[in-house]
Structure formats: C-alpha cells, structure tokens
C-alpha cells in the first residue's frame, strides 16, 4: 500500500508560480512512476503530466508543455510539479497517482494510488 499527501497548492495571479509537492510513503514507493492529474468543477480529471521510476522519462499534456516541469527525489520519496505562467485555465485539484507497474501512462484508470488533491485556484 502507498500513501500519497499533496501540497503546495493556493491562489496566485494569472503568470504567477506554483510548485506542488506529493509526499509518498509505504512499500516500495520510490520504484513507481507518478502522474499528477487535475479535474476543475463539473468536469473530467485529466492528465497533466508523468515521470518513471527513474526520473528518466516525463510526458506532459499539450496543455501544460513548456509551463510546467514535473520532476522527483527518490531520496526524499517525493514528485514535483514546477507550475509556471499560470493561466486562470489551470484553476483545478490536481492529485498525484502511483501505479504499479514501469509504464507511464496518460489515463486515470491506469493508477493504483492516489492522494487526496490540493486546489490552485489562478485569478486574472
């Protein structure tokens, strides 16, 4: 079993700075990719952004490319998510995930583990 603890989350103006944290604890944790989705009111949760086990390898939603940078520290058994340029589009819960598993992939479902969210909220 792994837990998952989201921060970092808050409100910033239109091309402000976030970096969101997700702590992770249980077995095995450090060995798994990481995804960080987000879901806005009355919608879908979406992908934003994963990395494997190694830290080798990241995907992102063309969405977010070029703005936001996910990265992770084994040692620490923590994922970033380095959010730049906010857009009042990025206003969400993101969520970070844990799957068993070496792929990374872009689907929710794909996801063992999941966090409890952190809002960011981007005004103009």
């Known amino acids: 079993q792994v837990q998952l603890i989201e921060s970092g989350g808050g409100l910033v103006q239109a091309g402000g700075s976030l970096r969101l944290s997700c702590a992770a604890s249980g077995r095995s944790r450090s060995s798994y990719p990481m995804g960080w989705f987000r879901q806005a009111p009355g919608k879908e949760r979406e992908f934003v952004a994963v990395?494997?086990?190694?830290?080798?390898?990241?995907y992102y939603d063309d969405s977010v490319k070029g703005r936001f940078t996910i990265s992770r520290d084994n040692a620490k058994n923590t994922v970033y998510l380095q959010m730049n340029n906010l857009k009042p589009e990025d206003t969400a819960a993101y969520y970070c995930a844990a799957r068993r598993g070496g792929s990374t992939p872009r689907i929710a479902s794909a996801y063992d583990y999941w966090g409890q969210g952190t809002q960011v909220t981007v005004s103009l």
């Open positions: 990395i494997s086990w190694s830290g080798g390898t990241s």
